[in-house]
């Protein structure tokens, strides 16, 4: 039996003009909106690198933030540029995955030829 094929995009476009889509190696298609990715942003500026705890204030990221550059880091994710200038977030394939999760998506769905899904 192949190893389960870990999550990866297949395709990552705009959805409308601030969100980013992902279409997934599973089938899935996630929108995520873009202050949702804003405010999910895991670099040491968001989030306590010693005890993990988000610092970034809801109440200094704009409502209508949005990304103005997605840029691939590696084979491994993606870096965004939003328009409040933060640009320090890397953003890999397993924390989109998690993320999905928060959007009512599947988590991880692993997928191997006798698991669909």
């Known amino acids: 039996m192949p190893p389960p094929t870990k999550p990866a995009p297949v395709e990552i476009t705009r959805a409308g003009d601030r969100d980013v889509q992902i279409r997934w190696n599973d089938g899935r298609t996630v ?30 990221v704009p409502l209508d933030v949005h990304p103005l550059a997605i840029e691939p880091v590696g084979r491994y994710a993606i870096s965004l540029r939003f328009s409040d200038g933060h640009s320090t977030g890397i953003f890999t394939w397993e924390w989109l995955s998690h993320l999905a999760a928060e959007l009512g998506q599947p988590a991880s769905a692993v997928t191997t030829p006798n698991n669909p899904h």
């Open 31 to 60: 929108v995520y909106p873009a202050r949702f990715l804003r405010m999910a942003c895991p670099c040491d500026h968001c989030v306590d690198e010693m005890t993990g705890r988000r610092v970034l204030q809801e109440s200094s």
